[in-house]
């Protein structure tokens, strides 16, 4: 069964600093990898997609690196901004498979002043 | 930038009511998804469909679910006997690709949907 777990599950840092997020999944035939944020209420937005030639991608503050081997993907966000809280969710899609994607549960961000 | 647009953004029904969930998608996409999310839990496919017919469905998805696009611009999730269950944030994605998978879904900001 296709599984995507996230680490942490929360974490609250001070704004201005620098954290790492981490997806592992378990999908396969391997498609491709979003890193999406979700504010409270609202729909996910996408921050990265990536597929499995790509080791990193960036997106601003947002730099996404993927481990196809491994089967990791972490989300590095550089000087943290009260606006960056929010869930942060890795989603993986597979060849072939379903239309639908899986999804992690997601890490609850949390930026303090 | 598009926006995929869903109404209402919150309904409240009483269990055993139907309900219709809507989706305006953006103008050029061609593949259209529902996903819930239950309270704390993560986001689960429901039901993706192309050319005015379903491509896949979940196990979630059951008789109790129906979708259509009835008038080529709308796409809509009926639930026709609530549930205390289905009580969930639903959302709409849009995708625009026949290489779909390779492209971001542009995700609606959800209905809430709260059966009581």
């Known amino acids: 069964k296709n599984q995507v777990e996230q680490s942490p599950q929360s974490l609250i840092i001070l704004e201005g600093k620098n954290c790492t997020l981490q997806?592992?999944?378990?999908?396969?035939?391997?498609?491709?990898l979003r890193w999406y944020k979700q504010d409270t209420g609202r729909g996910p937005v996408s921050l990265t997609i990536m597929t499995f030639s790509e080791n990193t991608k960036s997106n601003g503050r947002y730099t996404a690196t993927l481990d196809a081997d491994t089967k990791q993907s972490s989300l590095h966000i550089t000087a943290s901004q009260l606006s960056d809280s929010a869930s942060y969710i890795c989603?993986?899609?597979?060849?072939?498979?379903?239309?639908?994607?899986?999804f992690g549960k997601g890490t609850h961000l949390i930026i303090q002043p | 930038e598009p926006e995929v647009t869903q109404t209402p953004s919150h309904q409240v029904t009483q269990m055993g009511q139907e309900v219709i969930l809507r989706c305006v998608p953006i103008?050029?996409?061609?593949?259209f998804y529902w996903y819930r999310q239950i309270l704390g839990q993560k986001v689960e496919f429901l039901v993706s469909?192309?050319?005015?017919?379903?491509?896949?469905k979940s196990e979630i998805f059951d008789d109790q679910f129906s979708v259509e696009r009835p008038d080529g611009s709308n796409f809509t999730l009926k639930i026709r006997s609530t549930k205390l269950e289905d009580s969930a944030m639903y959302f709409c994605a849009t995708s625009d690709s026949t290489n779909r998978y390779n492209y971001g879904y542009t995700f609606g900001s959800g209905t809430r949907l709260t059966v009581v």
């Open positions: 997806c592992n999944y378990t999908v396969s035939p391997f498609s491709n």
């Open positions: 989603v993986v899609s597979a060849w072939g498979g379903a239309d639908g994607l899986t």
């Open positions: 103008s050029n996409h061609l593949y």
């Open positions: 469909f192309y050319n005015n017919e379903i491509s896949e």
